[in-house]
Structure formats: structure tokens, C-alpha cells
């Protein structure tokens, strides 16, 4: 069976960091070219949100990977710039999109950036929210002590999607949509090395590209002491494409405050809004916590 999905992506594959040294995240250029390459797949269309990068960037890159790696052929749309603002919710280009594709049928939306633009379309046409069979996301913890530890150095990650915009994820919850979250606790099980990128570089110019692209994101993680990186948002597009590849299950999800644990030694009162997954109260999701044992080669295969 072919499943119809849409992307939603703040792809920003060999990007610079704005505000501090460094490259963005590759992640979401594994799994746009995950989706790609699948056989029971059909992307209907990629709408870009900011989220790792801006939203300049992340569009520019969606048309770049839609024209030179699937012949133009999947329409490209640019989303929110911006976390939404429920006392002024300002429609896009790609919220157009994905209502009018709604419209038209239903779909899996893989939302691997801030889930602004869906949280925008449940607001603006909530009237399609039965309409989205279910949608994939990379965010979550079971405790607000289960810390995103990178590299060997005490760094912690935040949970970037759910941080850049918490009230998308409430908006998502509170439809009653079918959601699936793919967190660290699965992807930091998940490791690319630079065995695994000079794999990759199969004579095709989309895994070329990317796995050049990786090389600079590879070594900012070894420099924090890890032996590879995590590709975080491929989990999500593996679930769509194949599901049995990973481990779920069903929990309930809630939004709480606790000390911000990006802040080392935090004693300055700053506190965050964490996503909680476990059996207490709070809406059902669909929680991705581990891969099967041969998970690795499957996903190396998947992408060449
Ligand atoms: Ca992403």
C-alpha cells in the first residue's frame, strides 16, 4: 500500500549557525531522502518551517532537494518564520497548501521541525483535523530528568522542536489527532559514523551531497566526545515507512514546568515547558522508545 504523506521540514543541511559557531543539523536531509527513496511512499508536497536554521534557508533547501532529487515534482511551500502567536495566528503559504491537500484526502504528515505550521492549520481549519491519519514527530521524554546528554563533555540538547513552540504541540493534543513522537530515547540509539557517510556516497548526487554535507556536523560531535551523530529525524520518516523497524508504545503525553536543564548547575530560577510521556494522565500518543537489532543496516539500505 502506498501511503500519502506530507513533509514538513526546517531542513538546513550544510547551514552555518546565525548565533554561534558552528553548522546546523543534517538530520532532516536524511530523512527527506529516506522518504524519496521508499517504494511506498508519494509526498505530496514539503512545506519548510524555521526551527534549525531560518526559514529563508530551510525553503530555499526544500526546493533544492524537491528539483535536483525528485525532478520538481513534489510542490514546495514556505511555512512559519516564526513560533506562533495565539493572540494573532497569521496563516501561510504552506498551512494553504496543506489545508487544500486535506482537503482533497487524507494524510501522514511528518513534522520534523517546530510543528507550527500544523498547529496553525488545526487552528485556522479545524474542521480537517480527521482528515490527518496521523501525524510523526521528533520531541518528547518520560522525565524532566531524562537529560539530552551529547558527547562526553555534560553538554545537553534541548528538545528544539517542542521548545521552539510549545503551543503547536498543545494545539496538536487537544484535536485529538493520531500523533507519534520519535524522541531522543529512540534516536540517540541510532548512530552515523564516517564508515557509515563514505557508505553513503553511492555515485548519486542527493547521497553525495549529503554526506559531504555531514562531514563538518560529524566532526562538531566527535569534538564533544562522541564517536558519531545521532540522525534524529529519520526515525520519523523510518516509522511511516516501516513501522516494525521500531519499538512503540502507547503512552499519555502532558505539557509541565520544571528548571530548564540546558543551564548547567542551574540555580538561576529559569525554568521550560517539558513534554512528558508515561502511563499518567494526559493525551495518548504513539511513543517510539528503541529500534530492532539490525536496525542499523536497514536504515544504511534505506538511504542508498
Ligand atoms: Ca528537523
Known amino acids: 500500500m502506498i501511503k500519502q504523506v506530507w513533509i514538513d521540514t526546517d531542513l538546513s543541511v550544510g547551514m552555518k549557525r546565525h548565533a ?34 531560518s526559514i529563508e534557508n530551510a525553503y530555499a533547501l526544500s526546493q533544492k ?13 514556505k511555512g512559519a518564520g ?19 491537500a486535506l482537503k482533497k484526502e487524507k494524510l501522514i504528515i511528518m ?7 500544523v498547529g496553525i492549520l488545526l487552528l485556522k481549519y479545524p474542521e480537517l483535523a480527521p482528515q490527518i491519519e496521523d501525524v510523526v514527530l521528533v520531541a518528547g521524554r518520560r522525565k524532566a530528568t531524562d537529560y539530552f546528554e551529547i558527547g562526553t563533555q555534560g553538554n545537553h540538547a534541548p528538545d528544539l522542536n517542542f521548545d521552539l513552540d510549545n503551543n503547536a504541540f498543545r494545539i496538536m493534543f487537544e484535536a485529538k489527532i493520531k500523533v507519534t513522537l520519535c524522541p531522543f530515547e529512540i534516536s540517540n540509539k541510532v548512530w552515523l559514523k564516517d564508515a557509515d557517510l563514505k557508505r553513503l556516497k553511492n555515485g548519486d548526487p542527493v547521497n553525495e551531497w549529503l554526506a ?14 562522541a564517536e558519531g551523530f545521532n ?24 505539557l509541565e514546568i520544571h528548571q530548564n536543564d540546558m543551564i548547567p548547575e542551574n540555580d538561576k530560577m529559569v525554568f521550560k515547558q517539558y513534554l512528558l510521556c508515561d502511563k499518567g494522565a494526559g493525551y495518548p500518543i504513539n511513543y517510539c522508545y ?14 542508498l
Open 65 to 77: 532537494m524537491s528539483k535536483e532529487f525528485a525532478g520538481g515534482k513534489i510542490p514546495v511551500y
Open 20 to 53: 554561534r559557531e558552528g553548522y546546523c543539523d543534517v538530520d532532516d536531509g536524511y530523512a527527506v531522502l529516506q522518504l524519496m527513496k521508499a517504494h511506498n511512499i508519494n509526498i505530496k508536497g514539503i512545506s519548510a518551517v524555521f526551527g534549525n536554521t
Open 290 to 303: 528503541d529500534v530492532v537489532a539490525d536496525y542499523h543496516e536497514k536504515l544504511i539500505k534505506s538511504l
Open 212 to 225: 559531504e554535507a555531514s562531514k563538518p556536523w560529524l566532526e562538531q560531535w566527535i569534538k564533544q566526545g
Open 231 to 254: 540522525p534524529f529525524d529519520v526515525l520519523a520518516s523510518h516509522y511511516i515507512i516501516a513501522p516494525e523497524d521500531l519499538k512503540v508504545e502507547p503512552l499519555n503525553t502532558r
Open 111 to 117: 513534522a520534523i521541525g517546530p510543528a507550527t505550521n
Open 82 to 100: 516564526e513560533a506562533l502567536v495565539l493572540a494573532n495566528i497569521e496563516t501561510n503559504e504552506a498551512v494553504e497548501a496543506l489545508a487544500a
